[in-house]
């Protein structure tokens, strides 16, 4: 059964970083495009990033330059590299993978696997 864990979120002030993790199981690591989505309270899911299985990556414009998405695939996590945080960063944050070479985070609806999600609130 696959599974999707994030962890690493919290509270930060305007300017500083978070790192996210999401730990995977239950795959084959190398045969699914993994994202990051976001979602603030009353607002719609927001893709991010995706990581394409040739280990390219598209970025949304309003985190490019600021985070970082990496894999770590002996140890199964995706990660998530947030700097310089903005206050508009604020929002619960989830990982998510479909099978397949690529995958575009501007199609929510084609991610079968998700994590639970994990809160990262920043101040101004």
């Known amino acids: 059964q696959v599974q999707l864990q994030e962890s690493g979120g919290g509270s930060v002030q305007s300017g500083g970083s978070l790192r996210l993790s999401c730990t995977t199981s239950?795959?084959?690591?190398?045969?699914?495009?993994m994202a990051w989505f976001r979602q603030a309270p009353g607002k719609a899911r927001e893709g991010i990033v995706s990581l394409h299985l040739d280990g390219s990556t598209d970025y949304t414009d309003s985190v490019k330059g600021r985070f970082t998405i990496s894999q770590d695939s002996a140890k199964n996590t995706l990660s998530l590299q947030m700097n310089s945080l903005k206050p508009e960063d604020t929002a619960t944050y989830y990982c998510?993978?479909?099978?397949?070479?690529?995958?575009?985070?501007?199609?929510?609806?084609?991610?079968?696997?998700w994590g639970q999600g994990t809160q990262v609130t920043v101040s101004s």
């Open positions: 239950g795959y084959p690591y190398n045969r699914y495009c």
């Open positions: 998510a993978a479909v099978s397949g070479l690529r995958c575009s985070y501007s199609d929510f609806e084609s991610f079968g696997f």
